[in-house]
């Protein structure tokens, strides 16, 4: 009977102990309340939660001065002068507004990565610094801005692709003309929607070649034809030729011959600078945040010959492949079991980047069925706690106010494909085929053609579904 009482003492003692020992780390937890004022009336109140962690969108290392597309100073009394953070970030997100990426600056949310001289000897942990507008950029220096900079507008208006006939209406021609992003006397680059074919055979009349001679002649007597082909799903910038002349440049341009067939040095050097770039939302995320793919392609038929499908050669000497090369880079943290990557195709071979990201990377692209269909049916589109890895403070994924999610969106029952070529680099076709013709009539150069840059630089907004899904991505709750 004593022991019972001692046992209780004690237990009592401890239960004491640890609701003092609760008590007070609540008391020393609770943060005194603030005076607020609302409608002339003062109050107590909350005080404010501080500032949610930042997600952070990684830029490429920094290329050097000048940037790809853009003319630099040649003048003797003007010297080349130096990029600054604000101008790189200008440059690489050509799309967004500059007092966006101001205020991101004001507010102190850029950021550059230490250099390795300055990191420690761990290299997992990545030292960051804020830096101001004026800061003069360095060759292969990294910098970090909030993913919420790319945030564009989302119209609520979707443009539903016309259904075609045999001769495109007007409904159609007017539709293609405002896909056009670019247009000079040589090529039409488009800015081109999912869903929206390509090439057309005969039971597909509304393709881009199709809608193309009618609706873009202009003021030749002829359309432009396809040089450069994006998938039926995909979507982003489209390139098509206007002339003879500049579709077999652009066909010398996208083949492996042209430095055999090169016109000149200026351009071989417009062609070693050409390059896209495309941005894909995928499943899961690479084991290495950066890297260079070369594995080789063959193409398999299946259904008796009725579907034909791309996958990875497998080196027996059998089969006929093709060279495949990607360069990718992750963009940012994995969230909600996706990841944003930037990917750079060295070889243009059909279903080049879906394969790559779906077989060699292990990450197939959001929306891609055909390649990714077995990890489609294990993704789970659930919301889950995942971890800022600047910060280590938890974020969860949050649905904004306003949004329809059925867009094709990530959190869509059945999303559209998230691949879209969001950057494009190319010579500037339309002065090197002038320069070519005034050198074979005359040896005098017009100054005013001299003047217009070597390479073009294009930069395609992304789709609804696919800003959708990145303001979806980039939000998140703690």
């Known amino acids: ?118 990191t420690s000897k761990e290299g997992q942990t990545r030292l960051l610094r804020k830096i101001k507008h004026s800061e003069v950029m360095e060759v292969g220096a990294r910098v970090y801005v909030p993913i919420s900079v790319a945030e564009t507008k989302i119209s609520k208006r979707y443009d539903v692709i016309p259904s075609g006939t045999l001769y495109p209406n007007a409904d159609e021609i007017a539709y293609l003309q405002r896909l056009v992003f670019y247009k000079d006397p040589a090529i039409i680059v488009l800015n081109k929607p999912p869903k929206l074919p390509v090439k ?108 034909e499908r791309v996958m990875l050669a497998q080196h027996s000497g059998l089969e006929a492949s093709e060279e495949a090369i990607t360069e990718y880079r992750l963009l940012g943290p994995m969230i909600n079991g996706c990841s944003w990557i930037e990917l750079r195709p060295h070889t243009s071979r059909k279903h080049q980047l879906r394969v790559h990201c779906a077989e060699a990377l292990g990450t197939p692209i959001v929306g891609d069925y055909k390649y990714g269909w077995f990890v489609h049916r294990k993704w789970k589109q659930m919301p889950r706690v995942d971890v800022e890895p600047t910060t280590g403070k938890p974020y969860r994924l949050k649905r904004p106010e306003g949004l329809d999610v059925q867009k094709g969106s990530v959190l869509s029952k059945v999303p559209l494909l998230h691949l879209h070529c969001r950057e494009l680099v190319l010579p500037n076709i339309a002065k090197f085929i002038e320069l070519h013709s005034r050198k074979t009539r005359t040896r005098c150069l017009n100054a005013d053609n001299s003047s217009k840059p070597d390479l073009l630089r294009f930069v395609a907004p992304m789709p609804s579904h696919m800003k959708i899904s990145w303001k979806l991505m980039s939000s998140y709750l703690i």
């Open 1 to 118: 009977m004593r022991w019972n009482k001692d046992v209780s003492r004690c237990l009592f003692f401890l239960v004491r102990r640890y609701s003092r020992s609760v008590g007070h780390s609540a008391i020393a937890n609770r943060r005194q309340p603030v005076i607020r004022v609302s409608n002339s009336i003062t109050h107590l109140g909350r005080p404010k939660d501080g500032a949610k962690p930042s997600q952070l969108l990684s830029l490429p290392p920094f290329p050097g001065h000048p940037l790809p597309g853009k003319k630099a100073a040649t003048s003797p009394d003007q010297p080349s002068r130096h990029v600054t953070a604000i101008s790189w970030i200008k440059y690489y997100f050509d799309e967004i507004l500059g007092s966006v990426i101001q205020s991101h600056f004001n507010k102190g949310l850029v950021q550059l990565e230490f250099n390795e001289s300055s």
């Open 200 to 307: 057309g055979n005969l039971p597909v009349h509304n393709s881009m070649d199709a809608l193309a001679a009618a609706a873009l002649s202009y003021e030749y007597d002829e359309g432009p034809r396809l040089v450069h082909r994006l998938d039926r799903e995909s979507s982003g910038l489209h390139l098509m030729g206007r002339t003879e002349e500049s579709i077999s440049h652009l066909h010398l341009l996208f083949s492996s011959t042209k430095r055999s067939k090169s016109l000149s040095k200026a351009w071989n050097d417009a062609c070693g600078s050409t390059y896209q770039r495309y941005w894909a939302l995928v499943i899961g995320s690479p084991k290495e945040k950066e890297g260079i793919i070369s594995a080789p392609l063959t193409k398999v038929l299946l259904d008796d010959g009725r579907t």
